[in-house]
């Protein structure tokens, strides 16, 4: 069954982890995509050769989406090579953690500017397609840190939050041109990321989680795949945790 047969969708932030899985699971399911990446190309076209290798179309686009003025430029891009946007996954994210009392101005500034700034740079360019069509999900990658903070983290934990209540206000403001806003927020997911970590400290946070693991970038991206699809018609405006039950 392709749930997204024919759709046109862009993933910010594509090439690697979460935003890779949810690539990978949307081509499987019959979609047509389009992803950015920016600084590391090579992953990016490994990615797409494996997606034309199995018959789906795709496209990487080189753009950093914390840019405004970047971010219409690949929109426009966007919908000239595939003729329209469906979806919009806003994914791109970066970290840096410290303690507050350590943490400087331009550590707060660029992940605010990265991971938030983006989501609304994406959205405004996407906007009147959408508006144009009367259609169209968008589903914002936030974060259980964004629910309940984390010490070190006060930064991507602003971001994150932030992410929450742009969507909802998105959500109130489009739905009656049937457009739809959701956010994914992921608990403990193992990536390339996790895999630097030491194996004590991953089991323990392992330990901690009620189904008894980390979750993969494919768990996130099926909670994606439902909300860009039909399958969520009547669903906008919500918050899924897919954190394994670590934030109940």
Not at 3 to 13: E, H, P, Q, Y
Not at 202 to 224: E, F, M, S, Y
């Amino acid at each position: 069954m392709s749930l997204l047969k024919d759709k046109n969708v862009l993933i910010t932030g594509g090439s690697r982890g979460i935003g890779k899985g949810i690539v990978e699971v949307f081509a499987e399911n019959g979609a047509q995509v389009g992803f950015t990446y920016h600084s590391s190309q090579q992953p990016a076209d490994e990615l797409v050769a494996s997606l034309e290798r199995n018959g789906s179309k795709a496209k990487a686009y080189k753009s950093d989406a914390s840019e405004f003025e970047q971010a219409e430029k690949l929109i426009k891009e966007f919908i000239e090579d595939f003729g329209s946007i469906d979806v919009l996954v806003n994914n791109a994210g970066i970290t840096k953690d410290n303690l507050l009392m350590r943490m400087t101005e331009d550590d707060f500034n660029q992940v605010i500017q990265t991971n938030l700034n983006s989501v609304f740079n994406l959205t405004k360019a996407s906007l009147r397609p959408f508006l144009k069509q009367r259609s169209g999900s968008i589903i914002n990658i936030s974060s259980v840190v964004g629910l309940k903070g984390n010490p070190g983290q006060a930064n991507y934990a602003a971001s994150k939050s932030g992410i929450i209540g742009f969507t909802k206000s998105v959500a109130l403001e489009l739905g009656s041109r049937n457009v739809r806003s959701n956010v994914v927020a992921p608990g403990f997911i193992e990536t390339e990321m996790t895999e630097k970590l030491e194996e004590k400290t991953v089991q323990t946070w392992r330990d901690a989680i009620p189904l008894k693991r980390g979750g993969t970038p494919h768990d996130v991206a099926n909670t994606c795949l439902y909300l860009a699809s039909n399958l969520s018609s009547y669903v906008t405006g919500q918050v899924l945790q897919v954190d394994g039950g670590m934030l109940t």
